[in-house]
């Protein structure tokens, strides 16, 4: 009877003891596979960040968008598939990999750094005439002015308060402005005309009023075109969305748009309105007032023959616009030069470039780059006059990215956000 127990009692060990065992091979196999997926998720990671830093260096399009797939160290075991697209103002850089069954993507929104050293607060060009400054106005940074300099002008019965009248380095200007990027033109000067990239799906605007509202900027572009009105009022939209029109855009207060891109002959924006978005027109753009455009934004008109004394860009009282306001025409007419209006207390926080005049009644943080000023009081309209305007150079943070806006300047991206 003894011998029995003994032998139960073996057995029982023996069975306790091949549980355990297989046990710590079970958690022992699983930890080694967990650590291989691990393992293999980081380097599909690095190898992803490794081609996003590649992209990046390589600086932005000089033409439409490229696709390709790279062997990062040439032993074919780190491919990448790399995508660079232009969007708007700015570039969609994409990177993909996959290793046994993992797939990691990541796709960034990107534009170009502007080193300190180069900032130009304000650089106006046109012919050999002062700029003259009344009141409160204040340019800060660097500037590159007409010959004839900057002077103290009294006006509507107010003279200049500053103790100086430029607060930083001034150097010549040329009789031109710096040409803009044509990529920059050409591209978006394509999509106002209707001519997209391959590559995009274009439905109609009532597919898109019935189903998308938000578009993955790993998958094509969608383009909602519609010949007549498109009118967004009320509608909610987010990605990788273009909206194309031939005749005119309406953005109601009550739009939520985000990332998206407008491209139509005239554009109005409704007072009240709060989003990111890219605008581009051939005739116009109108923005009321209290709206607030956050980075990065777009305001940019592309004219080939100006037919009126409209402004191509309006921007009502307590606007904010973060990002970019251009007005530039393919034949600059003496007549009809591309105009920007910035009213009372609006803000601009990035680069502004007007291949004509600039009516600056509120503020800009960062850059401008235009032909001349225009100053229109209920009393007299003057030509190259600033009063209780302000433009600083210096209140841009150094981390900031605008877009490739003049042609020959640094190329190296970075990343503005994560899509």
């Given at each position: 009877?003894?011998?029995?127990?003994?032998?139960?009692?073996?057995?029982?060990?023996?069975?306790?003891?091949?549980?355990?065992?297989?046990?710590?091979?079970?958690?022992?196999?699983?930890?080694?596979?967990?650590?291989?997926?691990?393992?293999?998720?980081?380097?599909?990671?690095?190898?992803?960040?490794?081609?996003?830093?590649?992209?990046?260096?390589?600086?932005?399009?000089?033409?439409?968008?490229?696709?390709?797939?790279?062997?990062?160290?040439?032993?074919?075991?780190?491919?990448?598939?790399?995508?660079?697209?232009?969007?708007?103002?700015?570039?969609?850089?994409?990177?993909?990999?996959?290793?046994?069954?993992?797939?990691v993507c990541k796709t960034a929104l990107a534009g170009i750094p502007i080193p300190t050293g180069k900032r130009y607060g304000l650089w106006l060009a046109g012919a050999n005439r002062p700029l003259k400054v009344c009141g409160n106005t204040v340019i800060r940074g660097n500037a590159k002015l007409p010959k004839a300099g900057v002077e103290r002008a009294y006006i509507e019965g107010q003279t200049y308060a500053g103790d100086q009248l430029v607060y930083g380095h001034v150097s010549s200007s040329e009789r031109f402005l710096p040409e803009l990027n044509p990529t920059l033109v050409h591209h978006n000067q394509a999509y106002l005309r209707g001519h997209f990239s391959p590559s995009d799906s274009i439905v109609q605007f009532s597919d898109v009023e019935e189903g998308i509202r938000f578009r993955d900027f790993k998958d094509a572009t969608v383009i909602a075109h519609h010949s007549g009105h498109i009118n967004l009022a009320g509608k909610h939209y987010s990605g990788n969305i273009i909206f194309h029109s031939g005749s005119g855009i309406f953005i109601g207060a009550d739009s939520k748009l985000d990332r998206v891109i407008c491209y139509a002959p005239e554009i109005e924006i409704e007072s009240g309105f709060a989003g990111s978005i890219q605008a581009f027109a051939s005739l116009k753009i109108t923005c009321g007032e209290n709206v607030l455009l956050s980075y990065p934004s777009v305001l940019c008109t592309f004219h080939h023959h100006k037919q009126n004394?409209?402004?191509?860009?309006?921007?009502?009282?307590?606007?904010?616009?973060?990002?970019?306001?251009?007005?530039?025409?393919?034949?600059?007419?003496?007549?009809?030069?591309?105009?920007?209006?910035?009213?009372?207390?609006?803000?601009?926080?990035?680069?502004?470039?007007?291949?004509?005049?600039?009516?600056?009644?509120?503020?800009?943080?960062?850059?401008?780059?235009?032909?001349?000023?225009?100053?229109?009081?209920?009393?007299?309209?003057?030509?190259?006059?600033?009063?209780?305007?302000?433009?600083?150079?210096?209140?841009?943070?150094?981390?900031?990215?605008?877009?490739?806006?003049?042609?020959?300047?640094?190329?190296?991206?970075?990343?503005?956000?994560?899509?």
């Open positions: 009877m003894l011998r029995a127990a003994a032998l139960l009692y073996a057995l029982a060990v023996a069975l306790l003891i091949g549980l355990v065992t297989t046990g710590i091979l079970m958690y022992s196999a699983w930890h080694m596979q967990a650590w291989q997926s691990i393992s293999l998720g980081h380097k599909a990671l690095r190898n992803v960040e490794s081609g996003l830093q590649l992209q990046l260096a390589e600086g932005a399009l000089s033409g439409e968008q490229s696709q390709r797939t790279i062997d990062l160290f040439g032993d074919g075991k780190d491919t990448v598939q790399l995508q660079k697209k232009p969007w708007g103002a700015y570039s969609v850089l994409t990177a993909l990999t996959k290793e046994q069954g993992t797939t004394n409209e402004y191509s860009v309006k921007a009502g009282q307590h606007s904010r616009i973060e990002g970019l306001v251009v007005a530039w025409q393919s034949f600059l007419s003496p007549r009809y030069p591309p105009s920007v209006y910035l009213a009372e207390n609006t803000e601009v926080t990035g680069q502004v470039y007007v291949r004509g005049n600039t009516e600056l009644k509120g503020n800009v943080k960062g850059s401008v780059y235009t032909r001349g000023f225009t100053l229109r009081t209920p009393s007299a309209v003057y030509e190259n006059h600033l009063l209780n305007a302000s433009i600083d150079g210096n209140a841009l943070s150094e981390y900031f990215a605008g877009c490739n806006l003049i042609n020959g300047e640094n190329k190296t991206l970075t990343v503005i956000d994560w899509l």
